[in-house]
């Protein structure tokens, strides 16, 4: 009778020290490249790399506008937002349904899905972050058209959002950019809270577009 060796169950996993910053690099570059086919993308970024080549990746410079692919717009968003009405978390497929009426492109739909890794169930703020990213380009443009999507003043103020809100929103979009340490997001969002934001605890877009002493990026 042949014994048979039982798996080693309790053998350590050793993560090879450079993927962390590798799949940073990756996820920094889908961001701006806003690949349609991913998966596609993802094998000619990596055969790139793998000869030591340049891999095609969009720089900030040649980022395209959404508006220039397709016709969505912060007005749209902002139609989108009231639609999903002020829940938390929605269902991919309804998010999905939503985006269709608007006849909004289907190949950005998916775009964002892929980069912001969602499944089934979507977070709607991180949704609709990296859709503004498109429009936005830059991480303080896209948290401007954030603030306007948002907004709810009806009185004919300029638009503001919780801070709390700001702050998540800034936290993830840095951090998913890649481009920006956490030290730098907690020195700019330490100062807004402490010498720009009023005791109705909302911050406007002139606070972090107008002020030469915030530098979101």
């Known amino acids: 009778m042949v014994k048979r060796s039982m798996p080693q169950t309790d053998k350590q996993v050793c993560i090879p020290p450079e993927l962390p910053e590798l799949l940073k690099q990756f996820t920094k570059a889908a961001i701006r490249t806003q690949p349609p086919d991913l998966i596609q993308w993802a094998a000619e970024y990596f055969g790139a790399m793998s000869r030591g080549e340049i891999p095609p990746v969009r720089e ?3 980022q395209v506008p959404l508006s220039n692919w397709a016709e969505l717009t912060p007005e749209l968003l902002k139609v989108l937002h009231s639609r999903v009405a002020g ?5 991919a497929d309804e998010l999905a349904q939503m985006w269709k009426v608007l006849n909004l492109p289907t190949d950005l739909f998916n775009s964002v899905m892929n980069v912001g890794r969602f499944t089934e169930e979507i977070e709607w703020l991180k949704f609709l972050a990296l859709a503004c990213s498109s429009l936005g380009v830059t991480i303080a443009k896209t948290l401007k058209i954030v603030c306007e999507v948002l907004s709810c003043d009806h009185d004919g103020g300029p638009p503001r959002i919780p801070f709390s809100t700001f702050q998540f929103l800034y936290t993830y979009i840095a951090e998913v950019d890649g481009e920006i340490s956490s ?5 700019m969002l330490n100062y807004i809270e402490q010498e720009v934001i009023g005791p109705d605890g909302l911050i406007k877009v002139n606070d972090f577009t107008q002020n030469p002493r915030v530098r979101l990026e």
């Open 60 to 62: 900030r410079s040649e």
């Open 87 to 91: 829940r938390l978390i929605i269902h």
């Open 183 to 187: 030290s730098h997001v907690s020195r």
